[in-house]
């Protein structure tokens, strides 16, 4: 048995998104806790680890828009994740060499592997931050940020599968629309949350006891509520639709159905 090595200070007893995520994706940076609390959802929400490869397939999309037609050069990611296989500064380097990413996550694991997130190529720039996406003005004023990202110049705000561990939605709201505030016209915001608007109600309402008992800590929104995060904004391509159908590029009948993937997504641009 292959024993796991654990980063000095790091709680592993507590199961952690971040870590969980990686396990669904099929990534080695998880443990016992993480792999727990992603069985018991999976429990619920059989396909889930199809949900996360669908959510990280319109992240890769979304980026990819960004930097090919819309132009972008500067990327701010928070709620990063541990690194897998085309991170956000891999797929909008590709496209545009010279592109700044900066990533941010609350999770000190994170921070452990931030060396293969602060990869970059020559032109461009990378850089990681540890902060949580609930206090937006230490993230904006952060030294960090303001060294690598010039706010005069239109930003891509990415929020990915992030903000629905925000229980509250007014307050997610609140903080997607500080964020906003501080980009220029013609940033851009990319996101995804959790719903429960194509699960059948019995299974919803299993899914809504295990939140309430702590057991999962996701919070789903409805389409109305995830609309709210783009108001103001020219939403692209179909809008807010499941991530599998926010411009896919497989036919339709190959894609999975709203109620096997359970994600909202939507890219969004400030005018």
Do not use: C
């Not at 990534?27 to 792999?35: E, I, L, S, T, V």
């Not at 900066?102 to 921070?111: A, E, L, Q």
């Not at 690598?148 to 599968?161: E, F, K, Q, S």
């Amino acid at each position: 048995m292959v024993e796991e090595t654990v980063p000095a200070g790091l709680d592993t007893t507590t199961a952690h998104p971040a870590r969980r995520y990686n396990y669904w994706l099929g990534g080695k940076d998880h443990f016992p806790a993480d792999r727990a609390s992603g069985d018991l959802i999976e429990s619920v929400h059989p396909t889930v680890r199809l949900s996360a490869l669908e959510n990280r397939a319109f992240l890769q999309r979304a980026v990819r828009f960004l930097a090919e037609e819309a132009r972008i050069g500067q990327f701010l990611d928070i709620g990063t994740g541990l690194p897998t296989a085309d991170n956000t500064h891999e797929v909008a380097q590709r496209r545009m060499p010279h592109a700044r990413i900066v990533y941010v996550d609350n999770d000190p694991m994170v921070s452990v592997h931030a060396r293969a997130l602060l990869t970059s190529t020559p032109e461009g720039r990378t850089r990681y931050i540890e902060a949580d996406l609930r206090d937006p003005a230490a993230i904006l004023t952060d030294p960090r940020l303001t060294e690598t990202l010039d706010l005069g110049r239109p930003v891509a705000l990415v929020l990915i599968a992030v903000l629905h561990f925000i229980e509250d939605h007014t307050e997610a709201r609140d903080v997607v629309r500080e964020l906003l505030a501080a980009l220029p016209s013609g940033s851009y915001l990319a996101a995804s949350n959790f719903t429960l608007d194509f699960t059948a109600p019995a299974k919803a309402a299993v899914a809504r006891d295990m939140i309430a008992r702590g057991r999962s800590d996701a919070h789903p929104r409805t389409k109305a509520q995830f609309s709210e995060y783009f108001a103001g904004l020219g939403l692209i391509g179909p809008g807010v639709v499941p991530v599998s159908e926010w411009l896919p590029e497989v036919p339709a009948h190959q894609r999975p159905s709203p109620e096997e993937i359970g994600i909202y997504g939507a890219v969004g641009r400030k005018p």
